[in-house]
């Protein structure tokens, strides 16, 4: 079985400023590792994912998450932020093996950019 | 991608009674999801819904509680019987990608249900 963990669940930051939302997760298996967000009043949407390969992956709108394998961890980062990063923001794994596996979410972050 | 809507977006239900949500989804998919999502708790996932068979309740959701249709490939819904407020939350139907979006969730709107 999986978990994830999200140990904030909100982080207040000023409008330009850094944030990272942290994730870990725990699992007997290769997992892939993704970021969904949700803004108010809408459902969720994927971000960013990593699946193999590099392990610094970015989205289109500048945020970018690290897998570490050994600290078991896929942090999400933005060197700035906007008004419009304000959401939730959610991690979920999935286990790597073949066919049809369940996704697991964390808790969530509600990241609130402060003008 | 997929482009997923929901009926209704939000309900204010009396407790006892029922209310059914749509699940509509713009091209055709072997299996849809229903999840709940509860403040501060991770997304829940209640059953999959395959066309053709009976849905997959994860532990914890049962049919009688929470009985969905799934009558074609690109149609599903989800009643919530009996309501009490403890079942006040958002409900989410999604898919998966297909392809090279594989593993990649799609997530409708969601349904906002509050329950007096």
């Known amino acids: 079985a999986q978990s994830v963990t999200q140990l904030d669940s909100q982080v207040p930051v000023f409008e330009e400023a850094p944030v990272e939302l942290r994730c870990n997760y725990s699992?007997?298996?290769?997992?892939?590792l993704f970021w969904y967000v949700q803004y108010p009043n809408q459902g969720l949407q994927l971000l960013l994912k990593?699946?193999?390969?590099?392990?610094l992956v970015e989205s289109i709108n500048g945020f970018e998450a690290e897998f570490n394998k050994s600290q078991t961890s896929f942090h999400l980062r933005k060197p700035s932020v906007h008004i419009s990063d304000t959401a939730e923001y959610f991690c979920?794994?999935?286990?790597?093996?073949?066919?049809?596996?369940?996704?697991?979410f964390g808790t969530g972050t509600k990241l609130q950019v402060i003008p | 991608s997929a482009v997923i809507s929901q009926k209704p977006s939000r309900d204010i239900c009396q407790r006892g009674t029922s209310l059914t949500i749509q699940c509509q989804v713009d091209?055709?998919?072997?299996?849809m999801f229903w999840y709940r999502q509860q403040p501060g708790q991770s997304l829940t996932l209640i059953a999959t819904?395959?066309?053709?068979?009976?849905?997959?309740?994860e532990s914890g959701f049962v049919i009688d509680k929470f009985p969905i249709s799934r009558p074609n490939l690109t149609f599903s819904t989800l009643t919530v019987s009996n309501m009490s407020p403890e079942d006040s939350s958002i409900y989410l139907c999604?898919?998966?990608?297909?392809?090279?979006?594989?593993?990649?969730?799609?997530f409708g709107p969601g349904t906002r249900l509050t329950v007096t």
């Open positions: 091209s055709q998919v072997t299996m």
């Open positions: 999604s898919v998966e990608g297909r392809g090279t979006e594989s593993y990649e969730q799609y």
């Open positions: 819904a395959n066309q053709g068979s009976e849905a997959t309740y």
């Open positions: 990593y699946l193999s390969g590099s392990t």
């Open positions: 699992s007997s298996v290769s997992v892939y």
């Open positions: 979920a794994v999935i286990p790597s093996s073949g066919g049809y596996q369940k996704v697991t």
